[in-house]
Structure formats: structure tokens, C-alpha cells
């Protein structure tokens, strides 16, 4: 995992919620982008930040490209951060 990529998609507020939508079902863009009050160029580059990442996957279905939330980049992050914190039993 390449944490740089991983921290920049993070760092930014709108990136965060995407995930948090995308945490309970595929979306498209556009479903996204109902969300925000942003043009859909925006939530594109949102959007390219976050598979530059590894933090989304899409997948095509007919005319429609759909983002789902990477359960694996996510856990992997989350298991680094806890072995950072160290065991907190000591």
C-alpha cells in the first residue's frame, strides 16, 4: 500500500464522506454527486484521488460506472495504525 496516496485522499473532508456513502452501497457518480453541491468534473476528481489510492474499485454495469468502498486497503490501514499504537495492555 502506498500510504502517501493513502493519507492525501484522506485528508480532504468531501473524499471522507465519499467513503462514508460508499461504506453502505455501490454508487455511481452521479448518485454521489447528489450529495454534494459540486459540479460532476469535482466529484470526478474526488474520485480518481480515491482509486489512486486504492481506496475505491469501480465496476461497469451497461452504461453505468459504479464505486465501492476497498474493504482491504481500508483494513490493511486500520492494522497498521493499531500496530503503531503498540499494545495498550502493558
Known amino acids: 500500500m502506498a500510504f502517501a496516496e493513502t493519507f492525501k485522499a484522506l485528508s ?3 473524499r471522507r464522506e465519499i467513503l462514508v456513502l460508499l461504506k453502505k452501497e455501490k454508487l455511481s457518480a452521479g448518485e454521489i454527486g447528489k450529495h454534494f453541491e459540486m459540479t460532476g468534473a469535482t466529484i470526478s476528481y ?3 484521488i ?3 489510492a486504492d481506496l475505491i474499485r469501480e465496476t ?3 452504461n453505468f460506472i459504479y464505486y465501492e468502498l476497498n474493504i482491504s486497503v481500508v483494513e490493511e490501514l486500520m492494522l497498521w495504525l493499531s500496530d503503531l499504537k503498540g499494545d495498550s495492555t502493558l
Request: charged share 50%.
Open 46 to 48: 474526488h474520485l480518481k
Open 12 to 14: 480532504d473532508p468531501v
Open 50 to 52: 480515491l482509486k489512486k
Open 60 to 62: 461497469k454495469y451497461k
